[in-house]
């Protein structure tokens, strides 16, 4: 989070900025999108499906991994990618948590 006083926050509030952070990307959600779509591992080659170069997509993959919201093996020449399943969880509990709250905006602006 850069040059921040991140310690003045909750664990919870640093733990859903940076997977914010890294889930605030077009093409990651566009990934994932595809990963999804697919019910299974994929092993083929991202890059024709999302039409970025291999650099950004390597690179995109590796911020998806590095959440832990992607896993990865590696087989020879063959890299495939499925969604780790207890991640998409916690981060869809993380997501739910925060945006379940109750809002009351009545008296305001």
Excluded at 31 to 46: E, G, K, S
Excluded at 62 to 67: D, G, P, R, V, Y
């Amino acid at each position: 989070m850069g040059i921040t006083k991140t310690e003045i926050f909750t664990n919870e509030q640093n733990q859903l900025a940076s997977m914010l952070k890294v889930l605030g990307h077009p093409a990651r959600l566009a990934i994932l999108n595809y990963i999804i779509q697919q019910d299974a591992c994929i092993c083929t080659d991202i890059v024709e499906e999302i039409g970025l170069a291999q650099s950004t997509i390597s690179q995109h993959l590796k911020e998806l991994k590095n959440i832990g919201i992607i896993q990865g093996t590696i087989e020879g020449k063959s890299i495939c990618y499925c969604i780790n399943e207890q991640v998409w969880k916690t981060i869809q509990n993380d997501f739910n948590g925060f945006f379940n709250k109750p809002v009351s905006a009545d008296s305001c602006c």
